[in-house]
């Protein structure tokens, strides 16, 4: 993906949101966020409540409006595009089991949504037989028995299984970029653990620039090339893989508090 | 035995009007269940339907240009209602419901009065079934075949990449943005497409009864609502051509239970308070009994 003016992999600057501006609720989210990830590279992102990790990823998305800022994606600039035009470029899981499915479709009906992500819709057939080998082959990976269930509504599974089928959907095209919004957050620690190493085998085999956010430190510090920390809708802090190796949960905590009450002095 | 007999001599007039419902319960079916979107504009685009065919009809124009103008102004009005909606953030009841008190005025306009008659017209049934416009079972019958062509056309579609997009806007916004449909563009275009039903079953309508009026659209929402509901709990929603059926089954249906009403000796105009009561008891049965399975299955002290 890369191109001769450098622009492969994903660029964010100057990324700028305040909700309810000029009212007495106004909240500055993000207050200038720069982002740069190698095509490839799969960066975690932490930081706490409130501090602008999500709604990074709602901007990066374009399911929220910017005040400011750019987002380019393998060299396209994605800053006016709407979010369902940015869908042809990046592929999403939502911390929700519940948003990344439609519930009254069944899996091989949602899965040919997902594997026309980024075409033009037409009057061909919207799933064809000669497509559910592929997706068997695809859902086989998780183990969970879903390649048998091909004609089940999405309703019926659980939120771990729902989960699962997401990152299977968000994947089944590789994207240029894959967001995943704390997914294993609201799932049972068996099932937390299957999607992980399901995204974990989803993006290394294939290279896919992955953003993740996480509120798990181990995870944090295990995986990923990258490690990006935000604070008050800022990056505090961007380290690589070097920086990262040698870094342990205890020294993320005390760097953390180092930063923030640095910051707080200065002010 | 008088019940019966008045009954049984009301059948086929009964199969006849349910068919023509059924045209409307598809178009109310779709924004109710396949978009997750209540809409009310088919009470305008029904009338809107009835009102330009009979116009044009009245006018010397053939029967098939006559429908066609028909199911374009229905496509329209309910674009409108999906237009307000999106554009000035409006719920999609209100949308409607603007689009439909507009849409008595136009109505009025199209024909230049408030009903139009058509005794001294051809239409689709004098055209097919002879001058006299056939016997109720014939118009059934032609009524049976236009709905089976509608509805195949119907399930294609809802097969189709587009058609499939459409219900994946339906269930779950989010879901449908995130893989590259544009949940607005999808929406404008199914409520065009309800429209464009009860419009259909408008224009149906005027030429069955060789009149179209003003307020022939009165009540017509809650008669396709009683028919998807009642079609539901006869055939289900489990796969996409059940839910096609359902409205049709169901307002071939609600004909029998209206026709029944009449024979038991209620009048006409006790209908509507029937059907909303109908539609009350099916909406809230299943509360209903959520509530008393708890009551029968808490322990007792």
């Known amino acids: 993906m890369t191109d001769a003016h450098g622009q492969a992999g994903v660029h964010v600057s100057g990324l700028r949101k305040t909700f309810f501006p000029g009212t007495v609720q106004e909240k500055a989210a993000l207050n200038g966020v720069d982002l740069d990830l190698a095509a490839g590279e799969f960066a975690i992102v932490i930081g706490s409540n409130g501090s602008g990790k999500s709604t990074t990823l709602n901007a990066i998305s374009g399911e929220l409006q910017l005040d400011a800022g750019k987002v380019v994606v393998a060299g396209q600039d994605m800053s006016r595009l709407p979010a369902h035009k940015r869908a042809r470029f990046m592929a999403r899981v939502f911390q929700d089991p519940m948003q990344g499915t439609a519930a009254s479709l069944t899996i091989e009906e949602n899965l040919a949504i997902a594997a026309r992500r980024g075409t033009v819709r037409g009057f061909r057939m919207g799933l064809k037989r000669t497509e559910r080998d592929g997706f068997r082959a695809a859902l086989e990976v998780l183990g969970l028995g879903l390649e048998d269930r091909l004609s089940d509504r999405v309703a019926l599974l659980s939120g771990g299984q729902r989960q699962s089928l997401t990152l299977i959907m968000a994947t089944l095209k590789a994207p240029s970029l894959l967001l995943l919004d704390e997914h294993t957050a609201a799932l049972d620690p068996r099932a937390a653990e299957l999607v992980l190493d399901a995204t974990l085998q989803a993006v290394k085999g294939r290279s896919i620039t992955t953003l993740m956010i996480t509120h798990n430190m181990d995870q944090a510090i295990t995986h990923g090339d990258r490690l990006i920390m935000m604070h008050d809708g800022r990056v505090i802090l961007n380290l690589g893989r070097a920086e990262k190796a040698s870094l342990t949960a205890a020294d993320l905590v005390a760097r953390f508090h180092d930063v923030v009450s640095d910051r707080m002095l200065l002010n | 035995m008088e019940f019966l007999h008045t009954y049984f001599n009301l059948i086929p007039v009964s199969l006849a009007q349910g068919a023509v419902y059924a045209f409307v319960a598809l178009g109310?079916?779709?924004?109710?269940?396949?978009?997750?979107?209540?809409?009310?504009?088919?009470?305008?685009?029904?009338?809107?339907?009835?009102?330009?065919?009979?116009?044009?009809?009245?006018?010397?124009?053939?029967?098939?240009?006559?429908?066609?103008?028909?199911?374009?102004?229905?496509?329209?009005?309910?674009?409108?209602?999906?237009?307000?909606?999106?554009?000035?953030?409006?719920?999609?009841?209100?949308?409607?419901?603007?689009?439909?008190?507009?849409?008595?005025?136009?109505?009025?306009?199209?024909?230049?009065?408030?009903?139009?008659?058509?005794?001294?017209?051809?239409?689709?049934?004098?055209?097919?079934?002879?001058?006299?416009?056939?016997?109720?079972?014939?118009?059934?019958?032609?009524?049976?075949?236009?709905?089976?062509?509608?509805?195949g056309a119907l399930h294609w579609f809802l097969l189709t990449e587009l058609g499939l997009g459409l219900r994946a806007v339906g269930s779950n916004q989010m879901m449908a943005r995130a893989h590259g449909l544009s949940t607005r563009a999808f929406v404008i275009a199914g409520l065009g497409l309800a429209g464009c039903l009860a419009a259909l079953g408008g224009a149906t309508m005027s030429q069955y009864q060789s009149y179209a009026d003003v307020n022939m659209g009165v009540g017509v929402l809650v008669i396709g609502l009683a028919g998807t509901i009642l079609g539901e709990a006869i055939l289900g929603r489990d796969t996409l051509l059940r839910q096609i059926a359902a409205p049709v089954v169901g307002s071939l249906f609600y004909f029998q239970f209206v026709a029944m009403a009449l024979s038991l000796g209620f009048k006409p105009s006790d209908l509507k308070l029937l059907t909303g009561l109908f539609v009350l008891a099916a909406l809230g049965a299943p509360i209903l009994k959520a509530r008393l399975d708890r009551r029968a299955g808490s322990p007792r002290p």
């Open chain 2, 28 to 151: 109310v079916m779709i924004p109710f269940r396949l978009l997750s979107l209540p809409d009310l504009t088919a009470e305008g685009s029904f009338p809107l339907g009835g009102a330009v065919a009979a116009a044009m009809l009245a006018g010397g124009s053939g029967i098939a240009s006559a429908i066609l103008a028909a199911l374009l102004a229905g496509a329209l009005a309910g674009c409108l209602t999906a237009l307000i909606h999106l554009a000035f953030k409006v719920t999609s009841l209100l949308a409607g419901i603007i689009v439909l008190t507009m849409l008595f005025s136009i109505n009025i306009r199209v024909m230049g009065k408030p009903n139009t008659a058509l005794f001294s017209h051809d239409t689709l049934f004098t055209a097919f079934l002879g001058a006299d416009g056939g016997a109720p079972l014939t118009q059934f019958a032609l009524l049976a075949v236009l709905l089976l062509i509608v509805c």
